[in-house]
Structures are given as C-alpha cells and as structure tokens.
C-alpha cells in the first residue's frame, strides 16, 4: 500500500500504545511515515517508547515535554490508554473505582492538558481519545468503566468546541467488544461470577454483535487513522462508532 503524504514526517503520539488497539494504530502510522511516539506501562519495540504511567501528572508532563524537546512539535494524538473493570456498584471497590477513573478519565485529562497547549501555539493538531459503545449506551455490570467512558465523550466534544479556532480537531473512536489482550480478563471474570463456560461466553459476544463476530484491533487502528487524517477535516467534536453494529439495534 502506497504512503500517503499528509502523515510523511509527522509527529504522532499513542498513549497506551504497546498493546491492542493502541500498537495497532503505532504501527499503521509507523507505516505510513509518521515519526511516532509510544507512551505506555509496558516496554515496546514499536515506535519511540517512554515509560509512562497516565494516573502519574508529572510522568505525564515529562514525557511530553521529552517528545517536544526532540521534535519540536506534536501533530497527532490517540490517547488509548485504559482498563476495563466487569462489576456493579456493589461489586466495585472504592481502590478499583479510584484506579478505573485515574486510567480512563484522569490520564487522559492529564495528556491533554499537556499536549492541547503545543498544538494551539503551532496551530495545528489532531486528537483522537478512546471511548467505547458505552459513550452511547449502558450495559449491566460497568458501572464505573461505562461512567469513564461516557465522560471522554464530553471531554472529546468540550475539547473540539475550546480549540476548534486554533485548528486543533478532538475526536472520539468508540469500539463495540474487540479481541484485545484487555478482554479475556473481563471474560474470565464474567466465567467466575455467572459460572458460564469461558468457550460459550465467546460464542455469546459474537452473537450479540450484528455483524457475528469479534472486531480487530487493527480495524480499530484503521478508523482512528482515518480521524487523524485529511479526509475527514471537517469532522470535530465527534463520537464515531466502531462496533460491527452493535449500537444501532
């Protein structure tokens, strides 16, 4: 496939980017000549990697202060990190639903906070956050994780407003059930508390998505990089569904 030039040499920053959907998007901006940068937990041979731990403001702060030292700008953002918890309010731990909101909604306030103010001064950028199907809808036990979520739409859409005059576009991908490394925790303790057999829990979340099966992280890694690209400049503020049909039943 051949390169396209808008992403030749640009400066493209995946928090959360050593797994998943995350090291999907590293690697197709990688291929499209992006210079990239991989903030993340866990050490990865894709892209520019910091250790980067998103609860941690001053990590935050550093990394990205360490990117622009060495660049000089920052183009593109998908902020990606998250973790996903599989309980009610009754079942949720005050230290779960503390760590839950530090990931999820905290982190990603924090990278924006630092990464907003260098694309207003260059005037230019383009952000993608990670949202979920639960930016639309509700779903049992996802109590905290579906209240992270459905607060990233609100911060994609305020961010999209506050910045749209500095040419800085905000946008929100929001994956349906995606064969992650995330998700066989989720299912594993589903499996634990409904006593269903792990196989027959896989066969049910296929059968709850219109389209019969599972999405790929790099499907994901594609939708975001057609939000982080020119074809879509008159697109802000949204919330783009990615969910093999999930949410439109």
Do not use: W
């Not at 990697?49 to 202060?65: A, H, I, K, P, W």
């Not at 998250?82 to 909101?101: C, K, N, P, W, Y």
């Not at 490394?181 to 634990?192: D, G």
């Amino acid at each position: 496939m051949q390169k396209r030039a808008e992403f030749e040499g640009k400066v493209a920053v995946v928090v959360g980017g050593a797994s998943g959907m995350g090291n999907a998007t590293v690697r197709l901006l990688a291929a499209e000549g992006c210079r990239t940068h991989v903030l993340d937990i866990t050490p990865t041979a894709d892209g520019s990697f910091q250790s980067c731990d998103v609860q941690d403001y001053e990590q935050v702060r550093r990394c990205v202060q360490n990117i622009v030292d060495q660049e000089g700008r920052i183009d593109l953002l998908f902020v990606a990190a998250g973790v996903h918890l599989f309980a009610g309010i009754e079942e949720t731990s005050i230290a779960d639903f503390e760590r839950v909101l530090a990931i999820n909604l905290k982190g990603p306030f924090y990278v924006l906070k630092e990464v907003l103010p260098i694309m207003r001064k260059q005037r230019y950028g383009n952000v993608v956050l990670m949202g979920s199907d639960q930016v639309f809808i509700g779903k049992g036990s996802s109590t905290v994780y579906g209240m992270s979520k459905a607060a990233l739409g609100q911060l994609t859409k305020s961010s999209a407003i506050d910045y749209a005059p500095h040419n800085v576009r905000v946008n929100c991908i929001c994956p349906g059930t995606i064969d992650t490394p995330m998700l066989a925790p989720s299912i594993e303790r589903f499996h634990q508390m409904s006593g269903m057999r792990v196989e027959e829990i896989h066969a049910m979340l296929r059968q709850a998505q219109p389209i019969q099966r599972l999405g790929t992280p790099e499907e994901i890694g594609r939708a975001v990089l057609f939000l982080l690209s020119d074809d879509c400049r008159f697109m802000t503020g949204a919330l783009l569904s990615a969910d093999g049909g999930y949410t439109a039943q």
